[in-house]
């Protein structure tokens, strides 16, 4: 994937002022709503410390869970497959659609399958995939990408939605401004799918290694459609959505649909156990997918990540993410969630400025439902690509190493301000090109505290509170 | 009460009036007021840049040099944050203004008098990192005249971030338009906040717009009178 990086990308999605309303809109929303929701339930934070606790014993154990989970999945009549990486993944979902000469597959929301470019390699081998949720078909019918881990296409409105409509599914038609008509382009062009398709691609919520169960939570019930209608049905799960027991999902599905969409429960909660005579699919695969996730766990900070239950609370009210959206993190997991992810799941070569596209305001850690703490993994994910991937003689290392230099003893320290003083203008404007664009620098006033303090102590007459007044006229 | 400052080096260099302030108010409020004239910087900029081992040593070195104070106090709450979280919070002797004027002296009315609107950013450290909660607005409800208004979103980020603010500056403004706008819809003629480094932000868009608001640290506001 080339990448601009963030900084680059975000500017291009800023310039967009509809983007920007769209997005403001969307996030408010759906973080107000969060807020109501979250603030009736009591327990809530107990309920987060279990969350946390629930993921960090899965990890910890994580080849007893998946192996248990094997067993279950097998023993309820279901196949499971170890994919090590995007490529064995998506030959493995290949080879089940070709045993079964499909050429259409229809999909639910999934991000492990966006993350693997399933679709463009089951393009490949002649097999299209659908998309059947309806922003990711969106998405799909605009030729776009997703921007948001929930609300895939969140940066779209109503209007553009409906022209996009009237361009492919619903051709020659119109479809008016009513969102329930747009819908129902929709709903006409997948229904006729959801019954002639023999082939559906699922992702998983979580799997139970207890019981071999298998959950997707969604809204639409359009997943619904999928996991029961068709013969044949794949999941593909990225293996840190174990979980190792079934009461786990008690805890799981109260703070996943209060911090996702801020609703007390999802509509459709849909678990399945291998496989049942006259009910639903007849032939079930689990793909248990690493694709760099055993790395992740192998490190001890950044291993956290990989508690993340997508549900893009901390998107939402990232203040980040909400001014420049999804497609600025150039990745299928954007937002602050996505900023320690992806660089750890695909290295820091390619994505050495996601660590640095936050501000560390704190918002993300506060609504996160299974407590990571992402600006502690930001930061240490910084101090990996100054020390991994920066060059020792970059200027921001020269400039980082002298002025810690400076820091270290009160003799340059003092001098340092003296010069900050006389430097100022081209040298500090120089330094900081980014910054004088739109914000001035303030005058380096004339006397440091620390002049000030030593005057001071040279006139006892001073000392009773009667400080200089100053420009502000604070003081007395 | 002995007291010993942590100006911290931004504001000793570019808000000098904020620890004239401290002084003022320290010394009004009955404490005995020392700077210890070693002190430098805490290293939060390194830490939050990726350069944590140097971090790491400017912290230990701020523990050497206030290693004998009874208590220190510190107008910056994103400092007093970084210290702590390095194990550098001087078992509890490190404290930013508000804590210790609330919790320490048990003091909201500091006799001050400031008859202006103002307006408060709560900034996101001093909220999200130190946890100081309502105790500046506490504080800024006993001040005499105050015509105190509440802003908007307003603990929302203002986008400095320190090194974001230049390392993703488009972001940063973005966020400091949204910022700006919900400030001038107070009608406050003053923002106030318990550290420096936003007000910095702000005030310097500020400034550009020649917007007729200024930026106080809430000690200078509680030093007034």
């Known amino acids: 994937m080339s990448a601009l990086g963030f900084p680059a990308a975000a500017g291009l999605a800023l310039a967009d002022s509809q983007l920007r309303r769209n997005m403001r809109n969307a996030t408010s929303t759906i973080t107000a709503r969060r807020a109501a929701r979250v603030a009736e339930v009591p327990d809530w934070e107990a309920l987060r410390d279990a969350g946390a606790a629930i993921k960090a014993r899965a990890m910890a154990t994580m080849p007893e869970q998946l192996e248990a989970l094997e067993a279950s999945v097998t023993r309820a009549g279901g196949q499971v497959h170890w994919a090590r990486d995007a490529g064995e993944c998506n030959e493995i979902v290949g080879g089940i659609v070709h045993g079964h000469g499909a050429r259409e597959v229809i999909k639910v929301k999934s991000l492990a399958t966006d993350e693997i470019g399933l679709n463009d390699a089951l393009a490949a081998q002649g097999v299209e995939a659908i998309e059947t949720d309806l922003a990711e078909l969106i998405n799909q019918l605009g030729h776009d ?26 051709r020659g038609q119109d479809l008016g401004w009513d969102i329930t008509a747009i819908a129902e382009a929709a709903r006409r062009h997948l229904r006729e799918k959801f019954l002639s398709v023999p082939v559906a691609i699922s992702g998983a919520n979580f799997g139970v290694a207890e019981t071999g169960t298998i959950c997707v939570v969604e809204s639409e019930g359009n997943g619904r459609m999928c996991l029961t209608l068709p013969k044949v049905l794949i999941t593909v799960m990225g293996i840190e959505k174990v979980l190792a027991h079934w009461r786990d999902l008690e805890v799981c599905l109260q703070l996943l649909p209060r911090s996702a969409t801020g609703e007390r429960m999802n509509p459709y909660t849909s678990l399945w156990t291998g496989v049942r005579a006259d009910d639903g699919p007849e032939e079930f695969h689990l793909v248990l997918l690493d694709n760099g996730r055993t790395a992740v766990l192998s490190d001890e900070v950044g291993r956290q990540a990989l508690h993340c239950i997508r549900c893009s609370a901390c998107l939402n009210s990232c203040p980040v993410y909400s001014r420049t959206g999804g497609h600025a993190y150039e990745s299928v997991y954007p937002g602050p969630i996505g900023a320690i992810l992806t660089p750890q799941l695909r290295g820091l070569d390619n994505t ?92 380096i006033p004339a006397q440091t505290f620390r002049d000030w303090w030593r005057t001071r102590s040279q006139q006892p007459a001073n000392r009773n509170g009667n400080a200089p007044s100053d420009r502000n006229g604070t003081a007395p | ?124 450290h001093s909220i999200r990192l130190m946890g100081i909660g309502d105790r500046p607005q506490r504080l800024l409800e ?71 608001v200024r930026v106080m640290h809430l000690a200078e506001i509680l030093a007034a009178t």
């Open chain 2, 142 to 212: 006993h001040v005499r005249g105050i015509d105190l208004v509440e802003m908007d979103n307003a603990d929302e980020c203002c986008g400095f971030g320190g090194t974001f603010s230049v390392k993703n500056a488009d972001t940063s403004m973005a966020m400091l338009a949204d910022k700006l706008c919900d400030l001038h819809n107070t009608g406050a003629e003053v923002c106030t906040a318990a550290d420096n480094s936003c007000l910095l932000h702000i005030g310097g868009a500020l400034r550009r717009q020649h917007a007729g």
């Open chain 1, 145 to 170: 990408t997703s921007s948001h881990i929930l609300v895939p296409a969140i940066h779209r409105n109503r209007a553009e939605v409906k022209l996009l409509f009237e361009r492919t599914i619903a």
């Open chain 1, 352 to 443: 050495s400025t996601l660590p640095f596209a936050s501000s560390l305001c704190g918002a993300c850690k506060e609504v996160c439902p299974v407590k990571i703490d992402i600006p502690s993994v930001l930061l240490h994910l910084r101090g990996r690509v100054v020390r991994e991937h920066k060059r020792r003689l970059s200027p921001e290392a020269l400039a980082m190493e002298a002025i810690g230099r400076v820091f270290a003893s009160q003799r340059r320290y003092e001098q340092a301000q003296k010069l900050a003083r006389l430097g100022r203008g081209p040298i500090v404007t120089a330094a900081l090109p980014g910054w004088s664009t739109m914000r001035g620098l303030p005058e």
């Open chain 2, 1 to 124: 009460m002995k007291v010993s400052l942590f100006i911290t080096c931004f504001n000793d260099t570019l808000f000098p009036q904020t620890g004239r302030a401290m002084v003022t108010l320290l010394e009004r409020l009955g404490c005995e007021v020392d700077f210890p004239e070693a002190q430098t910087c805490c290293g939060q900029m390194h830490t939050n840049t990726g350069y944590q081992e140097r971090g790491l040593t400017l912290a230990r070195r701020f523990e050497r040099v206030f290693a004998d104070a009874d208590v220190v106090v510190s107008p910056s709450a994103s400092c007093v944050a970084h210290l702590r979280g390095n194990g550098a919070g001087l078992d509890t002797r490190l404290v930013e203004l508000t804590e210790f004027l609330v919790d320490r002296l048990g003091v909201l009315d500091v006799g001050a008098t400031f008859p202006h609107r103002v307006t408060l950013h709560p900034t996101c």
